[in-house]
C-alpha cells in the first residue's frame, strides 16, 4: 500500500470510531497519524524496514502495527471489522455539507436513521428538529444539505478524476499498437467535476488493450467487457482521499479516432449542432465518419472535421454550446491563455495566519515554479480561527517582505492582505493600514447565511472601497460540499466594472471560483481576472493550471488575465491604482 493510501485507511478508522461514540482522544489519534503518514518524505516500506517509523510523533507501538499490516499486506482486519459494524448509510451522511459524525450517531441513535432516504424523510416530518441539540434551523441546514447531494450525485473533483484517468490511460498508452490515446468527456473540456472517465484509444488490434483495461491494477469492478468497448469501476488514492469513478475505454482504427474523439468529448449540446451542420452541408456525422454523396470524407485531425464543415478547431474548453460554433463560423476563435503565460500570483498564505511555511520558503517556492512575483495575501484580525494578522504583525511582516526583497534575487514579494468583508460591507483594516499595501484581496468568510440583497449589498459596498483591489473566492462555494452564498452575481460584475475592480479566479481544486460562466460574462464587462491558487503550502502553487483551465472555459486570453503581465508592469498598474487613477 502506498502512503496516500494507508493514510486514507487511518482516516476512515478516525471517522468510523467518531460514529461508534468513541472519545475523542482516540479518534484524533488516528486522523492525526492520517495527516503525518501522508505528509512523509520516503519510502514507506523502507521507513518499516529501517524501524524509524516509530520515531515519528504520533506513530505510537499500536499504530505502528496497524500500519505495518497494512503496508505489508494490503489488509487490516480492525478496520474491516468496523466497516462491518457502522452502516454504510452513516458514511454516506457524513457527505452532507455541515453534518459531522456526533450529529449524525445521535440521529441513528435516537431516531434509527442510517440512510439519507431515511434523514430526508425524518428531517421533512419535523423529527430531527426535536432532537436535543439541533431545532428548525440545523435541520432545515441539514435537508439542504440533502438536497444538494442530490444535485451532486457521484461526481468527484476534477483533479482527482484526472489523477485516476491518467493512471489508467498512460498504461494503456505504453501498450504496443497503439497510435493514439486521449482522455474525453467532462476531463477533456476541463469541467470542475467528474462523473466518470471515458478514454479513447486507437489501434488496428483491440483486444490485448481491452485486456489490459480490464486487469488494470486500478480495477476494482469489471462492469462490461467487449471487442472495442469496456467499462469499469476504477478507483486510487490521492492525498489521502479514496477516489473511485466508472470508466469506459473505446477503441477505434485510426480512421476513426478523430470522429471518436470529437464525439466522445462532448458536449452534447455542441454535438447536437455540428451534425446539425453537417446536415445542412449534405453531410452525415456521427463518432466514426463524416460522409457525403461520394463517400467518407478523410480527416487526420479534429481540426480537419471541423474544417470540412467550413469552421475553425474549437478548443475543447469552449464546447458548452454557448456561441463558440457561430464565432468558428464567422471570426477568429480566441487564442486562450495557457499555463505559462501565469507570470505570478497575488493570494497566498504562510505561517502567519494558516500557511504551512514561512514566507520565504513560499517565495523561494514560486520562484522554483518560474514566476517573478509572488504576493503574499495572508488573513486579516477579524479571522481569529485563521490567525489573522493584526495590525502591529501586518507592519512587522512589511518590514520582513523588504529585508526578503533585499536578499532573494529572481522574485519579487509583494505586500497584500486577504481582507475580511465584515458583515456590514466595511473592511477588516483602517484605511491607513489599507493604504499601506501593495494590493488588498477582499474575500467574504463568514455571515454566509445573509440574504441575496443583503449579500449583495455587502460585496457591492466592499468593492466601492478606493484601496481595494480584487474580490477574493467570490461566491464562496465548496464543489459538492457548499453551495455559495446567495448572490446577485450579475450586479457584483456590475459593481466591479463600475468601481474599476478585478475578479478572482480562486484555483483551489474545491473552490474554483470565479464559475466559468461567470467569467465569461465578466470578460464581455471588461473587468480584468486573475488566476490565484489560495496557497497555504508550496505545492498549493502548483493548483494554477486549474484556474487556468476555468479561464480557457470562459474563453479568456492573455490579455484578459491580470498575472500574464510581468513584475515591472504589474506594480505599475498596482501603484496608478493606490493613486486613483
Known amino acids: 500500500m502506498t502512503k496516500d493510501e494507508v493514510a486514507a485507511i487511518l482516516d476512515e478508522i478516525g471517522t468510523l470510531l467518531e460514529l461508534q461514540g468513541e472519545n475523542a482522544f482516540r479518534t484524533n489519534a488516528y486522523h492525526n ?30 499504530m505502528l502495527d496497524k500500519i505495518t499490516t497494512l503496508v505489508t499486506t494490503g489488509r487490516l482486519k480492525y478496520v474491516e471489522d468496523l466497516r462491518a459494524a457502522v452502516p454504510p448509510g452513516l458514511v454516506e451522511m457524513l457527505r452532507i455539507p455541515g453534518l459531522g459524525p456526533k450529529k449524525a450517531k445521535a ?3 435516537q431516531l434509527g436513521i442510517d440512510t439519507i432516504d431515511k434523514l430526508r424523510a425524518a ?45 489508467v490511460l498512460e498504461r494503456l498508452k505504453a501498450l504496443p499498437g497503439v497510435t493514439r490515446a486521449e482522455l474525453c468527456g467532462s476531463l477533456r473540456r476541463g ?22 483495461f480490464v486487469t488494470a491494477p486500478e480495477v476494482m469492478q469489471v462492469t462490461g467487457h467487449g471487442p472495442t468497448k469496456s467499462s469499469i469501476v476504477a478507483t486510487t488514492t490521492v492525498g489521502g482521499t479514496k477516489v473511485v ?29 455540428l451534425r446539425q451542420r453537417a446536415i445542412d452541408r449534405g453531410y452525415s456525422l ?94 486579516s484580525q477579524s479571522l481569529t480561527v485563521a490567525n489573522g494578522l493584526t495590525p502591529d504583525r501586518v507592519r512587522a511582516q512589511w518590514a520582513e517582505i523588504d529585508a526578503l526583497n533585499k536578499k532573494l534575487k529572481g522574485v519579487r514579494i509583494l505586500k497584500g492582505t486577504e481582507c475580511d468583508i465584515l458583515a456590514d ?33 455587502r460585496i457591492c459596498k466592499a468593492l466601492s472601497h478606493p484601496s481595494v483591489t480584487m474580490l477574493g473566492h467570490p461566491t464562496g462555494r465548496l464543489l459538492l460540499r457548499r453551495e455559495g452564498y446567495k448572490l446577485n452575481m450579475e450586479k457584483v460584475l456590475q459593481a466591479a466594472a463600475k468601481y474599476g475592480k ?80
Not at 249 to 268: C, H, I, M, N, W
Open 123 to 167: 428531517c421533512e416530518v419535523g423529527e430531527v428538529a426535536k432532537l436535543k441539540g439541533f431545532g428548525a434551523k440545523t435541520q432545515d441546514k441539514i435537508l439542504e444539505g440533502v438536497r444538494f447531494l442530490g444535485t451532486v450525485g457521484n461526481r468527484v473533483r476534477a483533479d482527482l478524476a484526472r489523477t485516476l484517468g491518467t493512471a
Open 286 to 379: 456521427n463518432e466514426y465518419a463524416l460522409t457525403g454523396d461520394d463517400g467518407p470524407v478523410p480527416c487526420k485531425t479534429e481540426e480537419d472535421v471541423y474544417a470540412a464543415l467550413g469552421l475553425k478547431w474549437v478548443p475543447p474548453e469552449m464546447r458548452e454550446d454557448t456561441g463558440e460554433i457561430d464565432l468558428a463560423a464567422t471570426g477568429p476563435i480566441p487564442v486562450l491563455v495557457e499555463p505559462g503565460e501565469i507570470r505570478g500570483v497575488f493570494h497566498n498564505h504562510t505561517t502567519e495566519s494558516d500557511g504551512s511555511v514561512s514566507l520565504e520558503t513560499m517565495a523561494k517556492a514560486a520562484k522554483t515554479l518560474g514566476y517573478e512575483y509572488f504576493g503574499v495575501g495572508d488573513h
Open 502 to 581: 478585478m475578479i478572482e479566479i480562486n484555483a483551489q481544486p474545491d473552490r474554483l471560483d470565479l464559475d466559468w460562466t461567470h467569467v465569461k460574462r465578466a470578460k464581455a464587462l471588461g473587468i480584468p481576472l486573475v488566476i490565484n491558487p489560495d496557497a497555504h503550502s508550496p505545492e498549493d502553487l502548483e493548483y494554477v493550471p486549474l484556474g487556468v483551465t476555468v479561464a480557457r472555459r470562459g474563453w479568456l486570453t492573455k490579455a484578459d488575465v491580470f498575472n500574464t503581465r510581468g513584475v515591472a508592469e504589474v506594480m505599475k498598474e498596482l501603484e496608478r491604482r493606490k493613486r486613483g487613477k
Open 191 to 212: 469541467r470542475e467535476t467528474a462523473k466518470d472517465i471515458d478514454i479513447l484509444v486507437s489501434s488496428a488490434d483491440a483486444k490485448p488493450i481491452m485486456e489490459a
Open 425 to 457: 460591507g466595511s473592511l477588516d483594516f483602517d484605511d491607513d493600514l489599507l493604504a499601506g499595501f501593495d494590493y488588498v484581496v477582499a474575500s467574504v468568510h463568514s455571515h454566509f447565511g445573509l440574504s441575496e440583497d443583503e449579500q449583495t449589498e
Open 245 to 273: 469513478l466508472n470508466a469506459d475505454l473505446r477503441v477505434v482504427t485510426d480512421e476513426q479516432f478523430p470522429f471518436a474523439l470529437l464525439y466522445l468529448t462532448g458536449s452534447k449540446d455542441h454535438n447536437v449542432r
Open 33 to 62: 497519524a492520517a495527516r503525518t503518514v501522508s505528509q512523509l518524505e520516503g519510502d514507506l516500506k523502507e521507513m518499516i524496514a529501517a524501524k524509524t517509523l516509530g520515531d515519528v510523533r504520533g506513530i505510537g507501538e499500536a
Open 107 to 109: 440521529m441513528h441513535d
